[in-house]
């Protein structure tokens, strides 16, 4: 278990830590996925207004349930941390930052939660100003299946 304090990370290092608890490199290259979707949907390109609104909204989507995964799995990854040391992390992309910021003690459960709320609100928020079965269908998406989530103390 990584046992370099929460305090040690602060301004952009802080900032690295939650952009690599929403593996914000994997999620970026995420982003085709809706906009070829939107695409092929539509025939055409949408506004420029809905495009913009659009990607900030697949970001935001994609940003939160990164960074929900890890949440559901904190436990289970403090257990892997501590039976098998940290990751090598030189070939993944994941990781660039760090691998799972908070089962190392990187960043705060608190804080982790807090992230993952306000990106979960803009998304919602993007989703519905979008159509409102999109906040839909991102809840549904979103949710973990029973069997894999850890209630935390």
Partial sequence: MNTVS???YQGLAQ???FLALSRTHHGILDLATPCVGALLWLGNLPSAGVIGLGLATAFAGYTAVYALNDLVDYRSDQEKISHSGEWDSSKDLDA?????PLAQGLLSLKKGIAWTVAWTILALVG???????CALIF???SCP??????LYP
């Fill in 6 to 8: 929460v305090k040690n």
């Fill in 127 to 133: 989703a519905y100003l979008l159509n409102p079965v």
């Fill in 139 to 141: 809840l549904i998406a």
């Fill in 145 to 150: 299946s029973t069997h894999s989530i850890t």
């Fill in 96 to 100: 660039v930052y760090a691998r799972h």
């Fill in 15 to 17: 900032l690295k830590l």
